[in-house]
């Protein structure tokens, strides 16, 4: 048995030629031509171009001073009217002064019990209603040397509270009696 004889007839066999003719064209010279610029429409587009771009510029940087300037003006309006800016940090809170505030204690015993450096609670007593608290953890700054002719008219104490709680203590001094409790 041959190889060949069992092959398809359809098929060429392996020791056959292949065909002598090509397909392509014959060459021909390609001619001289300069370089083209693709999207470029000479000079007169790139100036075009260029002011277009230079405009935007423009518009934008006023956008920006416009938008920085209505800012502030809103800052400053805000600021106006006792509001923090926006977007700043609130103002830092008002340091609390402390004030020498001189009190009569009705009970001159109780102050003799006080030294300088304890706190306490003043506690104004009325006749009409409830007693109040007046001032919280007040520092003792002084206990005065007792005075001799003031009989039951109690004894001095000097505290160390912020300012408006030694408003209240006066007010509340000549409005009623006063007396401490120990904190």
Do not use: N, Y
Request: aromatic share 0%; net charge positive; proline share 13%.
């Amino acid at each position: 048995m041959s190889r060949t004889s069992s092959l398809p007839a359809s098929l060429p066999s392996p020791a056959a030629p292949a065909a002598p003719a090509s397909t392509c064209p014959p060459a021909r010279p390609v001619p001289l031509f300069p370089p083209l610029r693709v999207g470029r429409a000479g000079r007169g587009g790139d100036r075009l171009r260029r002011a277009l771009r230079r405009r935007r510029r423009v518009v934008s940087a006023g956008l920006a001073v416009a938008a920085a300037a209505a800012l502030a003006a809103a800052g400053a309006a805000q600021a106006s009217r006792g509001a923090a800016p926006p977007g700043g940090k609130p103002p830092p809170p008002a340091a609390v002064r402390l004030v020498s505030a001189p009190v009569r204690i009705a009970d001159g015993a109780t102050v003799r019990l006080l030294r300088p450096g304890d706190r306490v609670d003043v506690v104004a007593a009325e006749r009409a209603g409830p007693p109040r608290v007046v001032a919280v953890a007040a520092r003792v700054a002084e206990v005065p040397a007792p005075e001799r002719d003031m009989g039951d008219g109690g004894a001095l104490v000097v505290l160390s509270v912020p300012r408006e709680t030694a408003r209240a203590l006066v007010g509340a001094g000549a409005a009623a009696r006063l007396a401490v409790t120990l904190c």
